[in-house]
């Protein structure tokens, strides 16, 4: 076997690609900004420099390993070469810290005080440009990017939308859409994986936590929250506990202290699109029209979808998602009682999403001309509440949701990852209901993280063909496949973001595939303890469905097309 010697430690090479990665499979942590494992090597941060037994420095990225080579991680040369990087970039970096969005979380801040940067000698000379706000799901500020390019490449590579990239040359060059137009005048969907991958706050999440505080210290206001199932899978990693562990109980504890008056499990308005889409899909088979029926749950591809392939428009689903279904029936339960007491009841969703933010604002999930959900949060937000409000999280005792609401099938609750929808559907439409039925399709092929997924099942005798789909890049292959006729589906399930909604663009970023897999076994686990495996089994999710929705499944249910 080959080897390369790291800081005298033999490392075997075993198919790595990089230096970089015998490097961390050795258990050396070395800084890096532009690198990600699933994106193109890039090898312009240049943090990640080593130098070999021969004094050449260069970036351990982009080195293919060799048999025989010797390395270093931490020279007196790699640490001014570190040093005077973090040094130049501070120097045309925005260093309002104490006010940014990412204090704390920041990479640049971290690796400044790692590599022992205590003051910068150059003045930044970089003209303040203007921040960009138009988007209603995350905010651009170019005056905080390091040019590291991560934002680029996921945009173009994950996501197949290139809406933003690099413009100009040398000491002019930016990151920004063509043109610099306002991200809202692009193509952008809103999904967020740009501000996931961001090493600064250059890209965040549009924040609206103030407007949730005032609108709690406000009597004539009824708060209402609904928790999405990826969330409880995602809240804990930054509070010490284990990653993918179920913390809804803790998270409804926190709300109710914080002052949120009735707090529901989204896993019931999921419930309600399991029965809605299958119902849906179910008539277009057997009327053969409108097929594939793709998935609408997901903001960020609808949008993609009317946008970059309109002629499938008509192919989307007309169920809202599992937030546009329960807040609409939320506001419907508390119609009347608000005008008993003279108050307004303002719903507040927490999501994995930061797409969801503008779902919200189309025309097409507003009820009678009315906003059913109020605002959006994001994990990221609401574990900021929960720190400003200085709560001790890991000490909270769990708590259950708000009734009438507070029923939910395991089906519902398996929505968050990729393939969760499908399976749901696919448990709601199975003729036989027993555990084997339910086990059996569990195992066709729709869970997993592979970018696109196939499966053929029978119902009713006819023979389905399934297709499942996460990343909007890979959704687009798809999409061509389809309109050239090389591939034909009855179903296809599609999300935004890569692996679903656990790794969602509102999500804890940092997460790792050991993150990734523990959250879509957390969503597993939550389906596998639940007494109801799906929803028509709860004769309590029925009940509710039939007393609050008759004759109004449409119109609450449904997008106002």
Not at 90 to 109: E, F, P, W, Y
Not at 152 to 160: K, L, P, S
Not at 214 to 225: F, G, K, L
């Amino acid at each position: 076997m080959d080897y390369i010697t790291i800081n005298s430690i033999k490392v075997p090479i075993e198919g790595e690609k990089n230096v970089l990665s015998l490097i961390r499979k050795a258990g050396i942590d070395i800084p890096t900004f532009c690198y990600h494992s699933e994106l193109s090597i890039y090898g312009a941060c240049r943090m990640c420099v080593v130098e070999d037994d021969r004094g050449k420095i260069f970036a351990a990225c982009s080195e293919t390993p060799r048999a025989g080579m010797v390395i270093y991680t931490n020279t007196k040369k790699v640490q001014q070469y570190r040093k005077l990087i973090i040094e130049l970039l501070l120097s045309s970096h925005c260093r309002d810290c104490t006010t940014c969005q990412k204090n704390g979380m920041c990479a640049l801040q971290s690796l400044a005080y790692k590599v022992g940067v205590h003051a910068v000698r150059f003045l930044n000379n970089k003209k303040e440009e203007k921040i960009d706000m138009s988007s209603p799901s995350i905010v651009r500020d170019p005056n905080k990017c390091i040019l590291c390019g991560d934002c680029v490449r996921t945009c173009d590579e994950i996501q197949g939308l290139g809406v933003i990239d690099f413009a100009f040359r040398g000491s002019k060059m930016k990151v920004q859409p063509a043109f610099d137009k306002p991200l809202a005048e692009t193509d952008c969907v809103g999904c967020g994986q740009c501000a996931v991958v961001c090493p600064t706050a250059a890209i965040s999440i549009r924040t609206n936590v103030t407007d949730i505080w005032d609108a709690i210290e406000d009597p004539s206001i009824r708060v209402v929250a609904q928790i999405a199932p990826a969330v409880r899978v995602a809240a804990g990693d930054n509070f010490g506990i284990p990653k993918g562990e179920n913390c809804f109980g803790k998270l409804v504890s926190a709300l109710r202290i914080m002052g949120f008056d009735m707090v529901f499990d989204t896993s019931f308005g999921a419930d309600l699109t399991v029965m809605e889409e299958s119902k849906e899909f179910a008539a277009r088979l057997a009327s053969d029209e409108k097929l594939p029926l793709f998935t609408s749950c997901c903001p960020g591809w609808v949008k993609y979808c009317e946008e970059k392939y309109p002629e499938f428009a008509d192919n989307l689903s007309t169920c809202r998602s599992p937030q546009g279904m329960f807040s609409a029936v939320i506001k419907d339960y508390f119609a009347e009682k608000d005008k008993e007491d003279g108050k307004r009841t303002m719903v507040v969703s927490i999501m994995p999403c930061t797409a969801k933010k503008g779902e919200i604002l189309r025309p097409d999930n507003f009820t009678d001309g009315r906003q059913d959900t109020d605002y959006v949060i994001t994990t990221t937000e609401v574990v900021r509440m929960i720190k400003q409000m200085g709560l001790q999280f890991t000490e909270l005792e769990n708590e259950s949701a708000d009734a009438p609401f507070s029923v939910a099938s395991g089906a519902g609750k398996i929505f968050g990852t990729t393939g969760g929808v499908t399976e749901a559907v696919l448990r709601r439409l199975a003729e036989d209901k027993s555990y084997n039925t339910i086990r059996e399709i569990s195992y066709t092929g729709v869970r997993g993280f592979e970018g696109t997924k196939e499966a053929t099942i029978e119902l009713d005798g006819r023979e389905v063909k399934i297709a499942v789909v996460h990343g909007l890049a890979n959704a687009g292959r798809l999409l061509d496949r389809i309109r050239s006729g090389e591939a034909s589906y009855d179903f296809v399930e599609v999300m935004a973001c890569r692996r679903g909604c656990i790794m969602g663009g509102g999500q804890p970023s940092g997460a790792g595939p050991r993150t990734r897999r523990s959250r879509m076994e957390g969503m597993y686990n939550a389906d596998a303890s639940s007494n109801v495996r799906f929803s028509e089994e709860n004769p309590a999710v029925r009940q509710l469905y039939d007393h609050f929705l008759a004759g109004k499944e449409h119109r609450l249910l449904h997008r106002n097309l």
